[in-house]
């Protein structure tokens, strides 16, 4: 299909320079004209560029074929044209860029320059997912407003995940001066729902670097040690830059583990990637990972809430209640007292389910006891997750314990 597309352009163009790539994902042509450098035109006559001669196999998808083109000028007046195709193949949906002009040096020049402005990171959090970056505007938005402020966690802990970063970025001269590679590995480690999530979203916003996160290492076409390395040599060319990897122990696998240590921690030097890493799970993971201060220079512990943060945290949710769903002091101080081994997450679910039952009532009557009745409720979804996850967790040593005795 490709080839055909070639040959039938390539006949209509002359003389011209004509470019293809199937990496479309790295050319985005609509936000590199949004930056001003190029403006875009719909090209005319799309629907009859190609003869009915070219044919599209299978013949089944024949019509499968989707066109869509731009003339392109450019600040200095001339003027190149792009044509996006996009086909159903046995490897399903794929997608390839023709890019054309008068003369080669125009037309490499424009396409370099929409390239790297498109691997660039402007003020965006590039996600990596099956194998290849995308910008994503969803993660860009979860993180906008989340400050250190609203980050309930004990108050020294706080100043010190802050600090930490703060003194990093500060002392590159001193690093050098001291021979010391300029990096920086941090693993918070826990519990779900304690609040990790919530203080790395305050780290990408309080610091405003580039952000670079790990969704998945696996993909349909490449293995995920060459996925690792991916994200790796990304991390390079953007620093000084934030690489998150959140679930670490979801991530990392017996197979890719030592692939990843050695790009972690091996001959390629991270300068200027502060790496944050994230796990609900350290026991899962490879000591040579949580254990060697050169891979996680720190390791932060974000434990269940005490009375301290519970309280803090019920506080900013009742301020932020209309006034008639408010609870009093002593109603807040009884709930504080009834969510001992409650996570943030299982806290704000308290709260929600409150909220939701007053909306349902006549809403007449107060909401500390509706508050109350989720909270039983809750305690027991506890103890069920609690046993559930007891009874998975001797499964897994079991199999791990198989797994090892048949490699050896």
Same mark, same amino acid.
């Given at each position: 299909?490709v080839?055909?597309a070639y #040959?039938?352009?390539?006949a *209509?163009l002359?003389?011209?320079?004509? +470019?293809?790539?199937? $990496?479309?994902? @790295?050319?985005?042509?609509?936000?590199?004209?949004?930056?001003?450098?190029?403006?875009?035109?719909p090209?005319?006559?799309?629907?009859?560029l190609?003869d009915?001669q070219?044919?599209?196999?299978?013949?089944?998808?024949?019509?499968s074929l989707?066109?869509?083109?731009?003339?392109? #000028?450019?600040l200095d007046? *001339?003027?190149v044209q792009a044509?996006? +195709?996009?086909?159903? $193949?046995d490897? @399903?949906l794929?997608a390839?860029l023709?890019?054309?002009?008068p003369?080669r040096e125009?037309?490499?020049t424009?396409a370099?320059?929409?390239?790297?402005?498109?691997?660039?990171?402007?003020?965006?959090?590039?996600a990596f997912s099956?194998?290849y970056?995308?910008k994503?505007?969803?993660?860009?938005?979860?993180?906008?407003?989340?400050t250190?402020?609203d980050v309930v966690?004990p108050?020294a802990l706080k100043?010190e995940?802050?600090g930490?970063?703060?003194h990093f970025?500060?002392?590159?001269?001193?690093?050098?001066?001291?021979?010391?590679?300029?990096?920086?590995g941090i693993?918070?480690v826990?519990?779900?729902?304690?609040?990790k999530?919530?203080?790395i979203?305050?780290i990408?916003?309080r610091?405003a670097?580039?952000?670079l996160?790990?969704?998945?290492?696996e993909?349909?076409h490449d293995s995920?040690?060459?996925?690792i390395q991916?994200?790796?040599?990304?991390?390079?060319?953007?620093?000084?830059?934030l690489l998150?990897?959140?679930?670490l122990d979801?991530l990392?696998t017996?197979?890719n583990?030592s692939f990843f240590l050695?790009q972690l921690?091996?001959f390629h030097?991270?300068i200027?990637?502060i790496?944050?890493?994230?796990t609900?799970?350290p026991?899962r993971l490879d000591?040579a990972?949580v254990d060697?201060p050169?891979r996680?220079?720190?390791?932060y512990?974000?434990w269940?809430?005490?009375e301290?943060?519970?309280r803090a945290?019920?506080?900013?949710w009742?301020?932020?209640l209309?006034?008639?769903?408010?609870i009093d002091?002593?109603?807040?101080c009884?709930?504080?007292s009834?969510?001992?081994?409650?996570?943030?997450?299982y806290?704000?679910?308290?709260m929600?389910s409150g909220?939701?039952?007053?909306i349902s009532?006549?809403?007449?009557?107060?909401?500390?006891?509706?508050?109350?009745?989720?909270l039983?409720?809750?305690r027991?979804?506890?103890?069920?997750?609690?046993?559930r996850t007891?009874a998975?967790?001797?499964?897994e040593?079991e199999a791990?314990?198989d797994?090892d005795?048949?490699?050896?």
């Amino acid at each position: 299909m490709v080839i055909a597309a070639y #040959d039938e352009l390539r006949a *209509r163009l002359g003389d011209q320079h004509l +470019l293809f790539t199937t $990496s479309i994902q @790295g050319w985005n042509l609509s936000q590199y004209a949004e930056a001003g450098y190029c403006r875009l035109e719909p090209l005319a006559g799309i629907d009859n560029l190609f003869d009915a001669q070219v044919e599209v196999h299978p013949p089944s998808v024949a019509y499968s074929l989707y066109l869509g083109g731009f003339e392109i #000028d450019l600040l200095d007046g *001339r003027r190149v044209q792009a044509l996006q +195709l996009r086909w159903w $193949s046995d490897c @399903g949906l794929e997608a390839g860029l023709f890019l054309w002009g008068p003369t080669r040096e125009l037309v490499e020049t424009f396409a370099m320059g929409c390239a790297e402005y498109t691997h660039e990171v402007h003020g965006e959090i590039l996600a990596f997912s099956d194998g290849y970056w995308a910008k994503s505007e969803a993660l860009f938005q979860a993180v906008q407003g989340v400050t250190f402020d609203d980050v309930v966690l004990p108050q020294a802990l706080k100043y010190e995940v802050e600090g930490d970063i703060e003194h990093f970025l500060a002392n590159r001269g001193e690093y050098e001066r001291l021979g010391v590679p300029w990096k920086r590995g941090i693993l918070f480690v826990g519990p779900p729902g304690n609040g990790k999530t919530h203080c790395i979203k305050a780290i990408v916003n309080r610091f405003a670097l580039p952000c670079l996160y790990v969704q998945s290492f696996e993909s349909r076409h490449d293995s995920s040690e060459h996925n690792i390395q991916l994200v790796f040599e990304r991390a390079r060319k953007t620093t000084p830059c934030l690489l998150v990897l959140e679930d670490l122990d979801a991530l990392i696998t017996p197979r890719n583990r030592s692939f990843f240590l050695n790009q972690l921690d091996g001959f390629h030097r991270n300068i200027g990637v502060i790496t944050i890493a994230s796990t609900n799970h350290p026991e899962r993971l490879d000591p040579a990972i949580v254990d060697r201060p050169s891979r996680f220079d720190r390791k932060y512990h974000f434990w269940l809430p005490e009375e301290t943060e519970r309280r803090a945290y019920l506080e900013l949710w009742n301020q932020r209640l209309h006034a008639e769903m408010r609870i009093d002091e002593s109603e807040l101080c009884e709930l504080v007292s009834r969510t001992d081994g409650f996570s943030y997450a299982y806290l704000k679910e308290l709260m929600l389910s409150g909220v939701m039952a007053w909306i349902s009532s006549d809403r007449s009557a107060r909401i500390a006891p509706l508050i109350g009745l989720s909270l039983q409720t809750l305690r027991e979804q506890m103890h069920s997750e609690a046993t559930r996850t007891a009874a998975t967790s001797s499964d897994e040593a079991e199999a791990d314990a198989d797994d090892d005795s048949f490699a050896h």
